[in-house]
């Protein structure tokens, strides 16, 4: 057997990451950041506007306008900013949802950085990795009781929980089929928040029907990613990591999700950085991140540095940073998650486009679904903020005017990568998913809303028939509305996964 030193060797693959680098740089510019954080400093209020109307063109943002925008001190023009923000969001994705759950297979790490609970050197953690048939038994949870139909999968780094096992757990998700009142229910799309991999072990991902491949730089800081990553760890390696979605791209993976950890280093900074990150994607590969996450930092066992950073965000900058990215990386997804309380994922919703629901990080704990709602320090990563069941959050949404969406479509019909892109950015891609979104919103209330969101649900769907019937030869042709209502007696009817 392979010992856990020896596998650690192997992982990381220099010659894949240091032929994009520049002797010793990587495309993150520390003093170019902070300079252009600096320069940009009491912005023109015209400048700020004309910000706006690119953004609102969906053009992705130059480093100097991300840094005016960051800079902005007046909270009139701030409000515009939020304004802006919603109006991108609704222009590019309408005003749909999109819902997902974690779900975490492994918490053995090999990595020991200081503000996550699985870190090696915490010794309360109880480590525990699923076996497949555990999988499928939490899968029979989320997929058949509770509705999901989009899962982000997540992994420690580990020898325990290698790229074969991940690869094995998705065929093991995707092949659940668990029994709700009208049928049965499944996951469509199996998303994976992972460590970096190497070109071969992406390739095999790809190949078993990878979803998104999401991995968060942490921190572009160089110095702090250095300092809250021991030296020694796999982990400890900022090029490696920096350069993970190149890599995803080379293997043939084109839905790549990053993200940067807000309160290990300066807001402004790491929202420089994310920029820099999707302009290096547009240009090398043509294809920015499919999403963008932004966690704050929140409690975790025996994680040293959540206590002791200086760098924590308040609400209110976090509302601003969302906005900043919104606007920077117009035609991205933004995911707020369940680390956030709820009025808070409520006050920044109108600018993001997906959100967890239900959600328990504990590793097996779907499994103890109705028995168990405490949340266990020493069995997660950090304590979350909202675990509102997926129910409670589809009535919310929808009394809030939103639709969520159910939709896989868009992946299994090959709209990823640049195809996605374009669709994206020409406003094109939410006309699609409006539809999509009216089918599997319909049939989710039918298999698992309850009463009361059923009829808060109801309201929404006619609202958005009537949008697409008033807007027929315009957006969508008569026989597309015609092809819409088909399908939607269809599933009324009991049918089901129809889509556009
Ligand atoms: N082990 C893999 C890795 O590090 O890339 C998988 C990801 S880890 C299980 C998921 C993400 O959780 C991390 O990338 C990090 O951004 C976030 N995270 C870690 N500790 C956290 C904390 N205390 N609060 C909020 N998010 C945290
Ligand atoms: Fe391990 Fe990931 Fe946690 Fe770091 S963030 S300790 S790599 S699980």
């Known amino acids: 057997m392979i010992t856990e030193s020896s596998w650690i060797k192997k992982v990381i693959k220099e010659e894949e990451y240091k032929k994009y680098m520049n002797g010793e740089k990587d495309f993150i510019n520390d003093d170019e950041i902070m300079q252009k954080i600096e320069k940009n400093k009491n912005p023109d209020p015209s400048k700020i506007r004309n910000i706006m ?21 007046n909270p009139l023009l701030w409000e515009e900013i939020y304004e802006t923000a919603a109006k991108i969001k609704k222009k590019v994705y309408d005003n749909r949802v999109v819902t997902f759950a974690p779900l975490y297979c492994s918490n053995y790490c090999v990595n020991n950085c200081l503000y996550c609970g699985f870190r090696r050197d915490n010794k309360e953690e109880v480590r525990r990795r699923l076996t497949l048939e555990e999988v499928k038994r939490e899968t029979g949870v989320l997929a058949g009781k509770i509705g ?16 074969k096992y991940i690869a094995n757990t998705i065929q093991a998700i995707y092949s659940v089929k668990a029994k709700t009142k009208n049928g049965y229910g499944s996951i469509r799309r199996v998303n994976i928040n ?119 965000v308040s609400d209110e900058n976090f509302k601003k940073l969302i906005a900043v990215i919104r606007l920077s ?77 159910f939709c896989t479509a868009g992946y299994r019909c090959g709209r990823t990568g640049k195809n996605i892109m374009e ?29 009361e969101t059923k009829r808060a649900g109801e309201k929404i769907i006619k609202r958005e028939m009537e949008e ?23 599933i009324k009817n009991g049918e089901r996964d129809l889509y556009f």
């Open 468 to 490: 697409v019937k008033k807007s027929a030869t315009r957006a969508y042709s008569p026989q597309v509305v015609e092809e819409l209502e088909n399908y939607y007696k269809r």
């Open 194 to 312: 992972a460590a970096p991999m190497s070109i071969e072990d992406l390739s095999m991902l790809k190949e078993i029907g990878i979803g998104t491949y999401q991995v968060f730089q942490e921190t572009y800081h160089h110095e702090t990613y250095k300092k809250v990553h021991p030296s020694g760890t796999l982990k400890s390696n900022y090029q490696w990591r920096l350069y993970s979605m190149h890599r995803a791209f080379e293997a043939g993976v084109d839905d790549v999700a990053i993200g940067a950890l807000f309160g290990l280093y300066d807001w402004k900074f790491e929202v420089m950085g994310l920029l820099y990150h999707a302009i290096e994607l547009e240009k090398r590969f043509g294809v920015g991140p499919h999403t963008v996450s932004f966690p704050r930092l929140t409690p975790a066992k025996n994680a040293p540095y959540v206590q002791k950073t200086k760098y924590k």
């Open 148 to 163: 999901h139909k989009r899962l982000i999968v997540v992994y420690g780094e580990h020898p325990l929980s290698d790229a």
């Open 53 to 73: 109307k690119k953004s609102l063109e969906i053009q992705t943002l130059s480093p100097d306008e991300t840094a005016s925008l960051l800079n902005v001190t």
């Open 329 to 405: 990386i117009p035609y991205t997804g933004l995911i707020v998650t369940a680390r956030e309380p709820a009025r808070v994922r409520n006050e920044v919703l109108p600018m993001c486009t997906q959100t967890d629901a239900s959600t328990r990080i504990g590793v097996g704990a779907y499994s103890l679904w109705g028995k168990e709602k405490e949340q266990k320090l020493n069995r997660q990563q950090f304590l979350i903020g909202d675990d509102r069941e997926l129910d409670t959050v589809v009535r919310e949404l929808s009394e809030m005017g939103y639709i969520t969406s």
């Open 423 to 451: 669709l994206l950015k020409s406003g094109k891609e939410g006309s699609f998913c409006k539809l999509n979104a009216i089918l599997t919103f319909r049939e989710w209330l039918d298999d698992f809303a309850s009463e």
